[in-house]
């Protein structure tokens, strides 16, 4: 059974930094492309970054500079190294993959970034 677990969110300060991370289970992340997303309150999910097994990445306009994605094959993990943080980062933070088709997400990480 494939499981994604997102740790690291929090309450930050603008400025501040965060380091987001994805743990799996069930599924071997060295070959599997994995994308972080995020959803602010009363908006739709819109994806923040994304990490190909290659190593390969590709961020949104909006985190490009300040974001940073790294995997970790030994720990199946994905990070999301988060500087410069604004208020307009608060969001809650996902991580997703998919294999044979089928998407998988974890349940989510709270970020909140305080003016």
């Known amino acids: 059974q494939v499981q994604l677990v997102e740790s690291g969110g929090g309450l930050v300060q603008s400025g501040g930094s965060l380091n987001l991370t994805c743990t799996a289970s069930?599924?071997?992340?060295?070959?599997?492309?994995v994308r972080w997303y995020r959803q602010a309150p009363g908006t739709q999910r819109e994806w923040v970054a994304f990490?190909?097994?290659?190593?390969?990445?590709n961020y949104a306009q909006s985190v490009k500079g300040r974001f940073t994605l790294s995997r970790d094959n030994a720990k199946n993990t994905v990070s999301l190294q988060m500087n410069s943080l604004k208020p307009e980062d608060t969001a809650v933070y996902y991580c997703?993959?998919?294999?044979?088709?089928?998407?998988?997400w974890g349940q989510g990480t709270q970020v909140t970034v305080s003016s």
């Open positions: 990490s190909q097994p290659s190593g390969e990445t």
């Open positions: 997703n993959t998919a294999e044979s088709g089928a998407p998988y």
């Open positions: 069930g599924i071997v992340f060295r070959l599997r492309p």
